[in-house]
């Protein structure tokens, strides 16, 4: 997984859920395959992290695409959206009450700033920089680091 950047775990496993298991302090790592959520929080919630690269369909409006597949064991979604798989930086952190979203299969965010506004309430900005500065660390090969 972490080897191969193509393979379909290596954003939302290998990368989103190690850089943010390093960014919150005190959180519980559930085990590959965990159902329904990835982390426990220091107060107990069950967050499940979903992660997107900017898709640019030439027909629609540029938009992140994040599977919830009516996710009802989840107290939160942490939601991490890069602009692309190959250069990997982080432009936003969602963190959602899983009853603003688990009734959905899919969540589409679309990158205009009136739809942005929407989800603004939700945007974790404080630690946005410091997941960029660990994606850097990842890409660079000091992922330990981070």
Same mark, same amino acid.
């Given at each position: 997984m972490s080897i191969n950047k193509e393979c379909n775990s290596f954003l939302g496993v290998? *990368? =989103? /859920?190690? *850089?943010?298991s390093r960014i919150f302090k005190n959180v519980e790592k559930?085990?590959?395959g965990n159902p329904g959520f990835d982390f426990i929080c220091n107060k107990?919630?069950?967050?499940? *992290?979903?992660?997107?690269?900017?898709r640019d369909n030439s027909n629609r409006t540029p938009r992140w695409g994040f599977t919830i597949n009516k996710n009802k064991i989840a107290d939160y979604f942490l939601l991490l =959206?890069?602009?692309?798989?190959?250069?990997l930086v982080p432009k936003h952190i969602w963190l959602v009450p899983g009853k603003e979203i688990n009734n959905k299969v899919d969540v589409s965010i679309t990158n205009k700033l009136e739809f942005l506004e929407k989800w603004k309430q939700y945007e974790l900005e404080d630690?946005? /920089?410091? *997941?960029?500065? @660990? @994606?850097?660390?990842?890409?660079?090969? $000091? $992922? =330990?680091?981070?």
């Open positions: 290998y *990368v =989103a /859920e190690n *850089v943010l559930m085990p590959y107990g919630y069950k967050i499940d *992290v979903k992660s997107s690269t900017l =959206a890069f602009n692309d798989r190959k250069n630690k946005l /920089e410091k *997941v960029i500065t @660990c @994606c850097n660390k990842i890409k660079s090969g $000091e $992922e =330990a680091l981070c």
